[in-house]
């Protein structure tokens, strides 16, 4: 059996090795992506199982930006905030090698071999463990820009079940980096400001967030489409049309829309494909339509369609922040019984998740500041990598 990347072979039983402390023995493929290809290592120097991601050449510029923002998230304790462990990086071949700790397996992967979407008690630990992952790359100004369950790894669903880390810094930027107007994320989860050419802050990652925990649950995504143009129809025939104000600060908003005498409206598909020659396709329902394969009454429903709206808000000022989904009710649960059977497995499945630090009052979670107790901000480099998509998704299946 022989693992390939595109310049790139690696045997199965070949030593991965990088200089002193740095022998790693192959055996077996983990995943590949546009850059890289991860494998499953063991570590020959302390027989520890491990992941090594290993990028192309080509893509160096890449793999250092990558490992520039893996080092200022390993100064914030991944194991304790939901981030993926990063160990260290080495040269083999003329590749970059980026050693991680390894996982069980990914949201996406868990729910395609199960066969079914999410339920709410299921997804409530994993929406709160994310908003503390989200909260902590905040400290830092860090953006994932990549949030989707493909990247959102179970640590061991057999002994610490919904235990989840995010994982794949490979699209992650400082948030002082980002230019207004760039194009950032995958478009079923990129957030309404990239599409407008809007301010960028953490706060698309709190979108793409909203995105994935509607899609857990209904087993396909939430917004959809084939271009640009198509997602941003669907997420208005979901969530109505965007304020004429955000449309009037779009650096954007005239490749998508055409305004009147005083308001904006959305191009029609024909318009679009007048000046595109791409031809758009129809959408689907409402937001108010959504179908849960749930037993829980129409209360808990409700809750967590209120969490979803406030993480899809279309002006990323009003979106909700990570600390305020952490105190949301969906999260704290006090309207569960605890003497009920659900009530109690709830809370069972968020006692195996706990939250990383819990001050006195038992209200929030503290954050986990860096061990030179100030925030670093990751030093720029000298050339940003081109933003990539992630791997292109089936339509309408999720997971």
């Not at 069980?104 to 066969?115: M, P, S, T, V």
């Not at 830092?140 to 959102?152: E, F, R, S, T, W």
């Not at 990129?190 to 301010?199: D, I, Q, T, Y």
Request: hydrophobic share 40%.
């Amino acid at each position: 059996m022989v693992l390939k990347t595109r310049p790139l072979v690696v045997g199965v039983n070949e030593v991965l090795e990088g200089g002193e402390g740095c022998r790693y023995l192959v055996k077996s493929v983990v995943g590949a992506g546009d850059f890289s290809t991860v494998v499953k290592c063991v570590d020959m120097d302390t027989d520890v199982t491990v992941a090594v991601k290993i990028v192309e050449k080509q893509h160096a510029a890449v793999a250092e930006n990558e490992v520039s923002i893996l080092e200022t998230v390993k100064a914030l304790h991944p194991d304790r905030c939901g981030l993926l462990s990063f160990h260290k990086s080495f040269w083999y071949n003329g590749h970059r090698c980026l050693v991680f700790e390894i996982l069980d397996c990914n949201l996406l992967d868990f729910i395609n071999d199960r066969g079914g979407p999410l339920s709410l008690m299921e997804i409530r630990p994993i929406i709160q463990q994310l908003a503390i992952s989200l909260l902590m790359l905040q400290t830092v100004g860090l953006i994932h820009g990549d949030i989707k369950p493909d990247n959102i790894m179970l640590v061991d669903q057999h002994q610490r079940p919904f235990k989840v880390k995010l994982v794949d810094f490979g699209l992650a930027t400082d948030v002082s980096e980002v230019q207004q107007g760039c194009s950032m994320q995958h478009p079923y989860i990129r957030a309404p400001e990239v599409s407008l050419g809007l301010p960028i802050t953490e706060a698309v990652d709190m979108w793409s967030l909203g995105c994935f925990m509607a899609g857990a649950v209904l087993g396909e995504y939430l917004f959809t489409g084939n271009s640009e143009y198509e997602v941003l129809r669907s997420i208005m025939l979901k969530l109505g049309m965007p304020p004429q104000s955000l449309l009037d600060a779009g650096s954007k908003s005239k490749e998508l829309f055409t305004r009147g005498k005083s308001t904006w409206r959305l191009k029609t598909p024909q318009e679009y494909e007048a000046e595109t020659g791409f031809k758009a396709e129809e959408n689907w329902d409402s937001l108010g339509g959504l179908d849960f394969d749930d037993d829980m009454d129409p209360y808990h429903k409700a809750l967590f369609m209120d969490l979803m709206k406030q993480m899809l808000h279309w002006d990323a000022r009003e979106r909700i922040t990570p600390i305020q989904v952490l105190e949301h009710p969906f999260i704290t649960m006090p309207h569960l019984v605890v003497q009920s059977s659900y009530g109690h497995n709830c809370l069972l499945s968020q006692h195996k998740c706990p939250l990383p630090v819990t001050p006195a009052n038992g209200k929030r979670p503290l954050p986990v500041t860096p061990d030179n107790g100030r925030l670093r901000k990751r030093p720029l480099t000298a050339s940003t990598p081109t933003r990539r998509l992630g791997r292109t998704l089936k339509r309408r299946r999720i997971l």
